[in-house]
């Protein structure tokens, strides 16, 4: 593939306006371009107003009729800031326990109230997991079907009481509504 001439790529922290085939107006500060796949982020005003937020936007070059460069920027950009490996690490493998164990709720033919009941629990308390169609909150509480506040079994004391506090507020049939 030949190097990209005049006009065929964007520097990192030059303001660009583009006209989308919709006719749609972006404009905003080039974050990254990619000239194989011909794709452009920018960051722009946020389009919730607040001030302290921007909004990124990846923009297919091959679906814009029009783009301007507004200020193009020479100097070099700052570096990039460091990542944390560690903590994406960690969160990508919380992601696929969280997405593993919905896929076993659904193959373990829990119904749709106690796949949702257990999304609600382990919002607020990550120590929550499946034994078979029941769920088991601490290794302390155990919830059985139908997923009422009369399933929740365990050792009297606040680990109980804060389940079954949740499983009252988000009762099935509510849950269900949801």
């Known amino acids: 593939m030949a190097a990209p001439g005049p006009g065929e790529y964007f520097s990192v922290g030059s303001h660009v306006s583009c006209l989308t085939c919709l006719g749609q107006r972006l404009q905003g500060e080039v974050v990254a371009f990619d000239y194989q796949s011909r794709m452009l982020t920018l960051k722009c005003a946020s389009s919730s107003g607040k001030p302290n937020l921007c909004d990124i936007i990846l923009i297919n070059l091959a679906y814009v009729s029009e783009v301007d460069i507004i200020n193009d920027r020479t100097e070099t950009p700052p570096p990039l800031a460091s990542l944390n490996v560690s903590k994406l690490a960690t969160r990508a493998r919380m992601e696929k326990e969280d997405k593993l164990s919905q896929a076993y709720a659904i193959s373990a033919g829990v119904s749709v109230e106690g796949q949702q009941l257990f999304q609600t629990i382990h919002k607020t308390i990550k120590d929550c997991k499946w034994q078979e169609k029941n769920i088991v909150v601490m290794d302390d509480v155990i919830i059985s079907p139908p997923y009422q506040v009369e399933n929740c079994k365990g050792k009297e ?22």
């Open 157 to 178: 004391g606040s680990a109980l009481s804060h389940v079954r506090k949740i499983v009252s507020i988000c009762p099935v049939a509510f849950c269900s509504r949801a």
